[in-house]
């Protein structure tokens, strides 16, 4: 028997007027903020391929491996997403501003120790887990506060913000390979600190949440959200396609130099994937709002898989790698352009936060070892095998999201059938009594906005 409330979290179990954010005004200056974060943490993190392709061309360090190297690169993206709880807990206590000048100053701080670093555990610590926390602090954050300004536009608003990543990976792969070529590494990680503590200065003190109002969860973990079976749709596709994009991103400038081209057309190679994810976010973001958040996410994960194919694999020669990096770049981290509005349709937007960071908990030993997996594979049989590993992943990654459409289809069935027959509807991301037969036919096929 329903109860009037939900003993699931003590919401409200029956849909109840919700906050209507003001889609625009100051939001998008919170946008601009979030979109230059993405510019100085996901961009100057994609860089890391130009310096590992530098570092292993160069045998930098004495003794260091081509895993190690690997790790390091992984590694600053799992310790952005293993401090999602700290990063919940420091926004509850602390405030927003306080957890991004936390995250400022990490950022800047690994900056400036890699340019000291004289062996590889040093940048294990500076590159990899200093780097990561403080960009953990900053994205998870700003990936938080800027959907409270939004619905109609929720997913521009991300998309655009997010393609800041893109614009960043463009200018920070041209810019850490020119620099690399007349200042020296270190050096350059030097100028890296510095342009990363004044643009995210910037950002910490104009934007603004809207936590009084949207008044979101307070815990930083619940167990019982693995319960359901969207979670797990969600947590299988950021896995899969995580394994798949880290691949990408740090190993085409590496794949560059393995065919013939030059460090400096690898550095290009590796811009114009950037150059992709800038151009190809917020048209995905816009299609998204007007034909389904989950439709696009499935078409876009499954188009990146054949472009690996397609592309990638017959790709020998510069020009062809230019296409494929610039192609595939549009939709290969369609999963970060896309996790926070897809979410919050699952969810609502009062356990976004919540859901957000324990997806962000699950994605750590992924992000962690996806490019040592690939070097590995490499190793071992080549970069076929990578290729091969890449697409694989991605087209496995939209066989999940495709099942969470017919998870959400049956959910909007439910509602409406409350609705016929008289009953409240549930609130968004209440428990449903329905578990075997989510997945259907109507689910997957039905031409419906999802």
Request: hydrophobic share 45%; proline share 3%.
């Amino acid at each position: 028997m329903e109860t009037e409330r939900d003993a699931y979290d003590g919401q409200p179990l029956y849909a109840e007027r919700e906050d209507v954010p003001p889609d625009g005004g100051y939001g998008w200056v919170v946008a601009a903020c979030v979109f230059l974060i993405n510019v100085h943490t996901w961009g100057v993190n994609s860089s890391w391929g130009v310096f590992l392709a530098h570092f292993l061309s160069q045998s930098q360090f004495e003794n260091a491996t081509h895993l190690q190297y690997a790790l390091i690169g992984g590694l600053s993206i799992s310790q952005a997403l293993l401090v999602s709880s700290v990063v919940s807990t420091s926004n509850d206590k602390l405030g927003t501003r306080a957890s991004l000048a936390i995250g400022t100053l990490l950022i800047s701080v690994s900056m400036l120790a890699s340019s000291y670093a004289t062996s590889v555990w040093q940048l294990f610590l500076s590159q990899g887990a200093c780097f990561g926390y403080g960009m953990g602090f900053l994205y998870i954050t700003g990936s938080a506060v800027l959907p409270q300004w939004f619905s109609k536009r929720r997913s521009l608003a991300v998309a655009i913000s997010s393609s800041g990543a893109g614009f960043g990976g463009l200018a920070y792969n041209l810019g850490v390979g020119s620099g690399i070529e007349q200042l020296g590494w270190r050096w350059t990680y030097i100028v890296l600190a510095i342009s990363t503590l004044l643009a995210n200065t910037v950002c910490v003190m104009l934007i603004r949440d809207r936590n009084k109002v949207v008044q979101p969860q307070r815990r930083f973990f619940d167990r019982r959200l693995f319960a359901h079976v969207s979670t797990w749709l969600i947590i299988t596709w950021g896995v899969v396609t995580d394994l798949g994009y880290i691949t990408l991103l740090y190993s085409l400038p590496n794949y560059s130099l393995s065919i013939g081209l030059t460090a400096r057309q690898g550095s290009v190679v590796g811009a114009m994937l950037s150059l992709g994810i800038a151009l190809g976010r917020p048209p995905m973001g816009y299609w998204a709002d007007r034909h389904g958040r989950i439709n696009v996410a499935i078409f876009t994960t499954a188009a990146c898989g054949v472009l690996c194919f397609a592309l990638w694999i017959p790709a020998k020669s510069y020009a062809v790698l230019i296409i494929f990096a610039l192609t595939s770049g549009t939709v290969t981290g369609t999963f970060w352009a896309s996790v926070v509005p897809v979410t919050a349709e699952i969810v609502g937007m009062q356990k976004l936060s919540l859901a957000f960071s324990m997806v962000c908990l699950s994605l750590v030993l992924p992000t962690t070892f996806a490019e040592g997996i690939a070097l590995g594979l490499v190793s071992s049989s080549g970069y076929l095998s990578a290729q091969v590993f890449v697409g694989c992943m991605y087209v496995l990654g939209a066989l999940s999201i495709w099942g969470l459409r017919s998870w959400k289809v049956r959910e909007t069935d439910d509602d409406e059938l409350r609705e016929r027959e008289g009953r409240s509807s549930l609130a968004v991301g209440t428990p449903r009594a329905y578990t075997k037969f989510w997945l259907t036919q109507r689910g997957l096929f039905l031409r419906q906005k999802v």
